[in-house]
């Protein structure tokens, strides 16, 4: 027997003016309510007379004027209440808009089945000689949001419809202003998985975390390097590349993870050659580098299946070894920096690629643009976690991300960009904040004093216990 699982709240065609339909019913109620608590007392007590003045001078308050009163406290009341449910409940009624403009959306398509029936006249046994149409089945759609995501879960019958159906992503996206994280599809439905206000979802420096095989870059997105390795960012200038970069190195500077860093540029990443080893500029070292970092992942290969607790099917980090990252910046220059050396230095990169995952040998490639040319041979397919920050043509997303159907908007907001998890779902993206006044090179020194000091106290600690 089959687990009932709640999809959410059912989308329906009278859910057309489901906003207006509830403000009116919820302020006629807090309307009435007011009514009632403050003033029904006094309205079943006093008598029906109009206004008068007394013999002395004051006015003596008939029901009528009363009720007038009392009529435009409770218009008030209802106002401010009507004000502070939008103000401290606007996730729900942002819940509300996004469900009326689902039952519009299948309206206005006609995503659905109806029938014309005979609307009765004055007398019901004379017809009236108009028809008005009934729908006879309107498509199951059902909204949730959960956890700061919007599940919307669309009922799949084969119908003429199917097709329309299957591919809500432009219009949820562009509808309710949202982005799409995810689409699965299950028995008999179709779950699109939403995420509203990206940006409310930007993580700071501090809260970039490298554990479990995955580094956290938002709050709902993760770069799950030992299931989808090697990583691909690119960007132009002023688009928050380099910081993300340093983002990256000082959240794996928290782990056991060997870090090598290629600036061929030599421009800001070059400076992290004063406070940490295996940072290279120059194009020998460079190429020397790219090649060891080879030799280390082919060795350690073979040294995994020595080792006794190794298990088939198992990685690295089952067998207690650290992650090793390749941290390449600017690789297209380098690449025409080289000349005929290209053509080997691309035959370890695309060995790499095919290989590092399971010795936990990863690649992160920067560039302005990922031209073919030196992303050729089925490598660029190879990196599953992709990052395009700042302003980019829509030949560049075509180059990042392939054949899309997702419309991609500019706003003029550091470190935004779009991203690919690896899921072939493309949404939006923020690298993480950098308070004012961070200095990388600083906290980078620190990090990596901490790391050669834990090191040397566990190697002393071992020639102690031999």
Known sequence: MKHFIYKGRRIRASDKNLVLRFAVISLT?????????????????????????THDGSFQFSITSYLIFSIIIATAVSLVGACSYYHFRRDYVKQLMHRQKLARMILENKWYESEQIQSDGLFKDLPSGRSKEKISHFPKMYYLLKNGLIHIHVEITLGKYQDQLLHLEKKLESGLYCELVDKELKDSYVEYTLLYDMIANRITIDEVKAEHGRLRLMKNIWWEYDKLPHMLITGGTGGGKTYFIFSIIEALLHT???????????????????????????????????YQFYDNMMKQNEEMKLMANYKTGENYAYLGLPAHFLIFDEYPSFMEMIGKKSTQVMSKLKQIVMLGRQSGFFL??????????????????QFNFRVALGRMSEMGYGMMFGETDKDFFLKQIKGRGYVDTGTSVISEFYTPLVPKGHDFIKEIEKLEKSRQNGQAACEAKAAGTD
């Open 29 to 53: 109620i807090v309307f009435i309510l007011v009514l009632l608590v403050f003033h029904g007392k006094r309205l079943m007590t006093m008598d029906w007379q109009k206004v008068s003045l």
């Open 364 to 381: 992160v490639l920067a560039c302005q643009r990922p031209d073919a040319k030196y992303l050729g041979d089925g490598i660029r397919d």
């Open 256 to 290: 056991n993870a060997v870090l090598y860093v290629l600036d061929p540029k030599n421009a800001d990443l070059a400076d992290l050659s004063s406070v940490m080893l295996n940072v290279y500029y120059k194009q020998q070292d460079m190429i020397d580098c790219l």
